[in-house]
């Protein structure tokens, strides 16, 4: 079943000009390189799937897997089981190892839209930013999920910038 399914969606995808993967500009620089980053579409269905891939797994896929990854549905449960199954197989494929299972955050931060969480308040002010809580809630679950990743402790951050301007949070 699952082998049948990815290679229904692997047919749609990797069509001459059917590229309709949804990519955040702030993320274009590796993307545009063979997506040699895990992009936040990915990073948002590997969280609710509970999978945690490493850079050095993704690096192994190729470019029709990748893009599988980033254009499988995962709004359903059996979506987010197929996805799951089919991210096991590609981890297991090339390393011969299972995949690392990720806990799911029952109550993720980013879902939180009676505040703006104080993560994202931090990181604002370094810039000497704010948004309102309407803005916060006008936000998609994926660019909010997005934001939150880019605000934790020990990432790198330098996307972050780039994501508010594109988001549409500032116009600095």
């Known amino acids: ?39 936040m579409m990915v990073r948002f269905k590997l969280d609710a799937c509970g999978i945690k891939l490493r850079l050095k797994e993704w ?3 190729n470019p029709a897997e990748k893009n599988i990854l980033c254009e499988m549905d995962c709004d359903k449960p059996a979506e987010l089981q197929l996805y799951r199954n089919y991210l096991q ?12 299972d990720l806990p799911i955050d029952p109550d993720p931060e980013w879902t939180h839209t009676n505040e703006i969480p104080f993560s994202l308040q931090q990181e ?44 549409g949070l500032v116009n600095k």
């Open 59 to 61: 690096s192994e896929f």
């Open 124 to 167: 604002l002010a370094k810039y000497n930013w704010k948004i309102s809580l309407h803005q916060w809630r006008s936000l998609s679950n994926l660019k909010r999920f997005s934001l939150m990743k880019l605000t934790r402790p020990g990432h790198e951050n330098r996307n972050f910038p780039g994501a508010i301007k594109e988001f």
């Open 1 to 39: 079943m699952v082998k049948e399914k990815v290679k229904e969606i692997h047919n749609v995808i990797v069509e001459p000009g059917n590229n309709h993967a949804i990519y955040f500009q702030f993320e274009k620089d590796f993307v545009e390189d063979g997506i040699r980053c895990i992009p």
């Open 89 to 100: 197989e590609l981890v297991y494929r090339y390393s011969g190892k299972a995949a690392t």
